[in-house]
């Protein structure tokens, strides 16, 4: 489901799509129903796969079911209207929610973009030799929000370059079909530009902790089943331990669920940068003492609030809850 994955970082607008359900784990009495835990198609959520081949989540005693998302904003919109109680999403949608009603709270980091968006250009050495350039991006996407970074660390604005809107897959091909010489994308489409005589001007590699992906659960599942949230985050973490430790098992059984060959799989896994718990306690931080995550928070919102995606900014103590990392 190639489709999917691309899809992940699309405008954060978008509205159309299907889901399809899959149950893991078995019924335990502690829990009258089970746990709804929403999943887009995502290089950095495939460790949930591995917690249902591997079982990881009967260890836990875990009572979940798993329902996978063709399209981000379906998630999003399923998590606000509480027909699901768990999501995996990225901060902006943590954001566009709690801007309209603040019902979700960020209780892990999953992962960072690393090196998976990218600004390839043609005959531009460096960043500041952008102005006056034409930019292929999607307005309003999460490169969008990173390209806006870019810019604004070599002392640009946006206005000093002449953005050209579309989608991430069309970006690429206009620039191997030699229609532009500077897009914002990310792979495939960006090793295609590379390919095509294009360079890596940046990378998401240069803008650690940027783009970053959570996972989110309702408040109201906070305080009613807190308990099983946390055997969510503990198998979450046990899976991660077992990419870890048997890294060929695990990237055959995320590239199958991907639907792409393993060594392609083992590029976009590359590309982000997975949090381990300990990294979580230290990104999130505590209330009396944020961590640099809330930063990241307040970069987004801001963005998000100039792009109009957002009413108004949203503060990061109100959508953050790490007590269950402990």
């Known amino acids: 489901m190639v489709a999917g ?21 078995t ?40 329902t996978q998302f063709t399209v981000q904003t379906d998630a ?33 980091l999953t992962n960072a ?38 810019l604004e660390k070599a002392g640009l604005k946006e206005s000093d370059v002449n ?32 390919a095509s005589g294009g360079t890596a001007l940046v990378t998401s590699k240069d803008t650690p902790n940027l783009i970053i992906d959570i996972i989110s659960a309702r408040n109201d599942i906070l305080k009613s089943r807190g308990d099983d949230v946390k055997r969510l985050l503990d198998a979450w973490y046990d899976a991660l331990e077992f990419v870890s430790t048997n890294k060929d098992e695990a990237f055959a059984i995320m590239a199958k669920h991907s639907d792409v060959k393993v060594d392609e799989f083992a590029g976009m896994w590359a590309g982000v940068k997975m949090y381990s ?6 990104l999130i931080g505590t209330p009396e003492k944020p961590g640099p995550y809330s930063e990241a928070v307040k970069a987004m919102s801001n963005f998000m609030v100039e792009a109009k995606l957002i009413p108004h900014n949203v503060e990061p103590l109100s959508m953050i809850d790490g007590a269950l990392l402990a």
């Open 5 to 25: 994955i691309v899809s992940r970082r699309g405008a954060l607008g978008l509205l159309a799509g299907a889901t399809a359900g899959l149950t893991f784990g």
């Open 27 to 66: 019924k335990f009495s502690f829990a009258d129903a089970p746990l709804k835990v929403g999943i887009p198609i995502w290089v950095g959520w495939m460790p949930f796969w591995i917690m249902d081949e591997k079982k990881i989540g009967d260890k836990h005693k875990l009572n979940a079911v798993l």
């Open 76 to 108: 999003r919109q399923a998590l606000a209207a509480g027909s699901l109680d768990v999501c995996a999403l990225n901060t902006a949608d943590v954001l566009a929610i709690d801007a309209v009603s603040p019902v979700a709270k960020v209780i892990t």
């Open 113 to 150: 973009s690393a090196g998976a968006d990218i600004v390839i250009a043609r005959g531009v050495d460096k960043v500041e030799d952008l102005k006056g350039k034409k930019v292929a991006l999607e307005i309003g996407s999460v490169s969008h929000f990173f390209f806006s970074k870019v």
């Open 163 to 194: 953005i050209i809107n579309m989608s991430a897959q069309d970006a690429g091909a206009a620039f191997v079909a030699k229609a532009i010489d500077v897009s914002v994308t990310w792979e495939p489409f960006a090793s295609q530009g590379i």
């Open 277 to 282: 718990r300990p990294e979580n306690v230290q």
